[in-house]
């Protein structure tokens, strides 16, 4: 059955039923005009949202509709993560040609709704609309934090260490063998894109061990360190020697001589958090967090005096400016 058999109103009522479920803190979810929110004594809110566009961020060949569901979702909460936030809420807005089949939108909704359950997360509203074009999903994720105590890409400083959790280019690794066909090859590097994690519990551990700044890796270190060292005014050293990758990454650079330094540094979509802290302490919160969180972090580098630039700088001191940035939209490339 297609979407504009059925028109919005019935659209809605599947969704309804598909995000009834709400948490403790919603005290009027789906069903009126906005919802009613209640936001805890000493806590701020944090809110952020993103939209994914078919034939920018997705194709519907590269996963399942419950994957794509999923993901818009985990990109979100990467953001909360980033700020060292627990999520609480959800709104999920789909904008859809009206041949679309009911079937695909109530998929692409229970993915959403799996990884929400799984996060703690209400799906607390939203929107539908008809397309005239691609599909396209937005949503909004809010949660909270102890007052005063959020993460920012502005309190680095010098002398601090640059920390990242996970492995780097493996996404930008599997959309490449999505898109030529060799996926199934490598299937941790395509999972790494479809199906990325929020890196949630790192986040909040960061918040405990003295971190001074992070971000997520969305667009690619190179781009993402710049904003960094931007909002802080400081400049920071790079050993692509240390940064972290995955035994397929290597294996798949080498078969299909992709230069790996490359796609570490500004190959987008990873979700990694990347973070700063004092020196002094890295080694130590280094291994709280990974601990915490179940996963690898890695000391990639140095905050510099801001105009020692963004440098990629090798085990025999050579160095070279890092890329200027990773991806962006709004600039076509060849």
Sequence with gaps: MLVGGVGEEALLRELRRLFAAAGPKVLVGIGDDAAVLDCPKGRQAVWSTDLLLEGVHFQKQWQTPSQLGSKCLAVNLSDIAAMGATPHYAL????????????????????????????????????????????????????????????????????????????????????????????????????????????????????????????????????????????????????????????????????????????????????????????????????VIAHAAGLQVALIGEIMPREFGVRLVGSDGSGRDMPSHGYEHFISRD
């Design 92 to 287: 999920l807005s789909i904008a859809c040609p009206p041949e679309t089949e009911i079937e695909y939108i109530l998929e692409i909704a229970r993915g959403f709704s799996a990884l929400a359950s799984e996060a703690g997360v209400s799906v607390v509203g939203g929107d539908t609309t008809a397309s005239m074009g691609a599909l396209t999903v937005s949503v909004s994720v809010g949660g909270s934090i102890e007052a005063g105590a959020a993460i920012l890409r502005s309190g680095a400083a010098v002398g601090d260490s640059i920390l990242v959790t996970g492995n780097l280019g493996s996404a930008a690794a599997g959309m490449r063998l999505i898109r030529e066909g060799e996926a199934g090859a490598y299937p941790e590097l395509a999972a790494a894109f479809i199906e990325p994690a929020a890196r949630i519990s790192a986040g909040l551990a960061a918040v405990e061990t003295g971190v001074t700044s992070m971000t997520d890796i969305s667009d690619g270190l190179a781009s993402d360190l710049r904003h960094i060292c931007e909002e802080s005014g400081v400049g920071a050293m790079i050993e692509p020697g240390s940064l972290p990758s995955s035994a397929q990454l290597d294996e798949a650079c080498t078969r299909f001589g992709w230069d790996r330094e490359s796609m570490m540094v500004t190959g987008g979509e990873d979700y990694e958090l990347l973070f700063t802290l004092p020196g002094s302490i890295a080694g130590q919160v280094k291994e």
